[in-house]
């Protein structure tokens, strides 16, 4: 029994390996080369989570609900404007709410406005509006990227070698607090590796003080990360699927590898555009 859940596990961390293999390529190239490319990343990327979103959520009228999702997260992406934005998911969300009213799942289907909107613009108003300048956007960009990225590996190695008490099993039976300390201390471990890469490099200057500050910032962040996990596996659990889609072939769907990311992605907006004073 143990060799087969060893080796389960072995094969789910061989399967993340490959799938990050094959995603991080593209995120990479298209931080690197900007607009239009990161924003029609961003977009092809909120087309897949719509239609997963709506087949994943029983529907009565799914194609409705994705287009509802489309055109919230279209306006979003590529108008400009904090307060329109705003207003355009809010008035999504209102238009989904009032349309599924005889739906099982109503809040759910209503969520995904949010959820997929506010997530990806969070990921872009991070990289055009924070990170402003290049390559700056493109190394913190991709600084917030490895750091939840890190989390979901460090967490799945430690969580499947070490085991231990759950984390939380009525929500995700196979996660260990062994797995949040393993993914913790990963992402804080690739914080410092990754800024003392670029500091070797001449590409910023990089002091004791700098590093960690970055380090508390990668453990709030993979925090942040592993509670959106937890927040999808409790999403699927309350509508019955095992995984958000089949687009990934054996893997799961591109909710199920990037929950953590576009959860802590209005989180690690707010945090550098506004909440960091509160650490210096």
Not at 127 to 148: G, K
Not at 178 to 193: H, Q, V
Not at 210 to 220: D, N
Request: proline fraction near 4%; aromatic fraction near 16%; include cysteine.
């Amino acid at each position: 029994m143990a060799k087969h859940s060893l080796k389960k596990g072995s094969n789910s961390w061989f399967k993340r390996t490959a799938a990050s293999l094959v995603m991080l390529p593209v995120a990479v190239v298209a931080l690197w080369m900007g607009y239009p490319f990161v924003d029609m990343l961003a977009l092809f990327v909120g087309v897949l989570l719509s239609w997963e979103w709506a087949q994943m959520v029983p529907s009565q009228k799914p194609m409705v609900y994705m287009g509802a999702y489309l055109f919230s997260l279209a306006i979003s992406l590529f108008v400009v404007n904090l307060y329109l934005n705003a207003f355009v998911i809010i008035l999504t969300s209102v238009f989904v709410w009032l349309k599924a009213r005889r739906e099982e799942h109503r809040n759910l289907l209503t969520l995904g406005v949010l959820y997929i909107s506010l997530g990806l613009v969070s990921l872009l108003w991070l990289y055009h509006d924070v990170f402003s300048y290049p390559p700056y956007n493109f190394y913190m960009t991709l600084w917030f990227f490895v750091m939840v990225w890190a989390m979901d590996v460090g967490g799945l190695m430690v969580g499947t070698t070490l085991k231990g008490p759950k984390l939380a099993p009525k929500i995700s039976p196979n996660k260990t607090w062994s797995g949040l300390l393993g993914g913790i201390l990963l992402a804080m471990l690739a914080s410092a590796a990754y800024l003392f890469v670029l500091a070797k490099l001449s590409l910023v200057r990089v002091d004791a003080y700098t590093q960690v500050f970055f380090c508390v910032l990668a453990l709030i962040i993979a925090l942040v990360a592993q509670v959106g996990d937890l927040i999808e596996s409790a999403i699927k659990r309350r509508v019955g699927v095992k995984d958000s889609s089949h687009l990934i072939p054996g893997h799961g769907g591109v909710f199920d590898r990037i929950d953590g990311l576009i959860f802590a992605a209005p989180f690690a907006y707010w945090l550098f555009q506004y909440g960091i004073w509160l650490f210096l």
